[in-house]
């Protein structure tokens, strides 16, 4: 007969195989999903991933610095595991697709894990993570083939909340238990993935505090408790702040709209009340998710009595009230609660204005409260009512209705025309959509199509250097080369550190063997942004043309003490000296 672990460990093995069975189903038809979007920036045209030389950049600098790009996102984890797909697939995007899905899969087994280890109620934590699998909200996150961040750092949130949970049954003191420090070193890996991570302490204190829910103790002796292994993680998210206010605030890391005139940003009013009109959105996506575009517009809310910050005011309200009147009586909801609002707190935009209003993905981790607070309490109701078996047929219904929207939703994923003229249907004046549009046209050589598009863009949004660089390619490929150079030259003027408009008005000048043109305009762009081992390397490229081989020397030595241990650098300084 086996043992009652041995049978633990079947149930969890069984639940392993349920939940990737049904995640590659659900996610099998994105492995078709090209790579578009922001992924030109992420990785096709991402120098640091391709080489390893580039590494300890991948942590003192942005995560699109490796395309010529400034952003105010600090990545290095998610630097790392694309630069290991890229060694290991190139531009291949299922092999990205596989990551995602892989992750969040195995995000999906670990809130099981966690789930049980604070409840002990394997059903409710069976149904809440099999919500969290197979919701179509989440492919936002996993179908996306450069939405690695979302699934990669709630992994690493899970698994510290697991470790955490393993030292706590430990009965440990925290600094002699493996398991705590391997729970502080994820939080260190959370926060090198994406910003949101900032959440952990919170989560390790709700954590902490439920934990001993049942347990005959003081409030005060619980609070202790909690605070002697909370601390070290409230240092940790101390020391990254400070870091992403100086060393690591590469573009307005704490005000995404610093140096503009914007009210929403200037008014923390504004920005709380438009936040109980957005959260109304956010219940009816998670509990009828129609309608599902990427790029969503949100007017700002200008007063509270409008119905539907009235609304969101009044779920916000009640639900934190009930989440803290009745935690030692229903302390599950609770939780769940506190779970869900916890998440939504780096996205809000109350604290900190940040770059949209509301995304789909954004509730990536917060699903798993809304869940867990939803089915307890049917689980609740059907055993009051002796309804248990009809109440769970209903919720596995609603899971397989979730699983084959998810699916239907991944094929709006497939064609990225129809995805782009899908989200503008909803949002007809983005001007990142009309411009990635113009992208998609340009990329199957509809040209036509494409300068119209990229036109629009630039009406729309005149002082964005983009789409003048993008009319600019439209231009060049059907040899309109001097309106191309034009438009070329706008996207510099408009933003001086725009490499792309760099690169490709410096190709034109090359095409006409106008040397001097180009070194004139890369020697711009250094004086202006600093020195980068690719433009140093096309600057000797045309030096040598020019036959300047002292010149050229002088550029490979510049980028040869940028990166020292560059072989291809070392090469062409050694090939370039037996011509003296």
Sequence with gaps: MDRPSNIAKYKLWFVVAIFVVTGFIIYANSFVVPIFWDGDDFLTNNLYIKNWNYFPRFFSENVIAGAGLVSNYWRPMFLTVSSIGWHIWGDWPAGYHFINISLHIANSVLLFLVFVGLFKNHWLAFFTAGAFLVHPLQTEAITYTVGTADPLWVFFVFLGIFFYLKFSASESTPFKSKYYWLSLALFIAALMTKEQAIIMPAL?????????????????????????????????????????????????????????????????YIRVLTFFKILTTYFELIFWPHNLHMERTIDIAASFFAPDVILGAIVFAALLILAFTQRGRWPILSFGVLWFFIGLVPVSNILVPINGLLYEHW?????????????????????????????????????????????????DWQDPIGF??????????????????????????????????????????????VAYNNLANVYKNTSKENLAEQYFKNAINIDPGFLYAYNNLAGIYLKRKEYQKAQELFESYLTKNGDRIDTLFLLAQIAVAEKDSKGALGYLERALKIDPQNRSIQSAIQQLLFTF
């Design 204 to 268: 390790i204190f709700i954590v902490g505090w439920f934990l001993d829910i049942d347990k005959d103790c003081s409030l005060k002796e619980r609070a202790v408790k909690v605070w002697k292994s909370l601390w070290p993680f409230l240092i940790i998210a101390s020391f990254y702040l400070f870091l992403r206010a100086t060393a690591l605030n590469f573009k307005n890391s704490f005000n995404f709209y610093d140096g503009t005139t914007s009210v929403f940003a200037s008014n923390f």
């Design 363 to 411: 509730l990536y981790f917060s699903l798993g409260g809304v869940f867990l607070a939803l089915f307890w309490a049917i689980f609740a109701i059907g055993r009051k009512l002796n309804l248990q078996k009809i109440f769970s047929a209903i919720i596995i219904f609603y899971l397989v209705f979730l699983g084959y929207l998810a699916i239907k939703r991944n094929r």
């Design 420 to 465: 782009y003229n899908q989200i503008l249907q909803y949002t007809p004046d983005s001007y990142r959509v009309i411009n990635n549009l113009g992208m998609e046209y340009a990329e199957i050589a509809d040209y036509n199509n494409a300068e119209i598009t990229y036109k629009k863009a630039i009406d729309l949004a005149p002082d964005i250097a």
